[in-house]
């Protein structure tokens, strides 16, 4: 067995593992990048069917160098 018998499960670890590194290195009180103002993330399939995540930021003007 490998992952492309478990489809949902992928999905789900990803997502989860997506937010996590969120909340721990973006949106922390440590603002790794300054404070954001907001975020989107878009998950796509690759043609191998493996996912991958675009993730646009939007920096609190005074943040930006």
Avoid: N
Avoid at 24 to 45: A, C, D, F, N
Wanted: charged fraction near 20%.
């Amino acid at each position: 067995m490998d992952w492309k018998d478990y489809p949902i499960e992928c999905v789900v670890l990803f997502h989860t593992r997506v937010k996590k590194f969120m909340q721990q290195l973006l949106l922390s009180p440590y603002q790794l990048l300054g404070k954001l103002k907001e975020y989107i993330i878009h998950y796509e399939v690759q043609h191998c069917g493996l996912l991958h995540a675009h993730i646009i930021l939007w920096v609190v003007e005074d943040d930006v160098q």
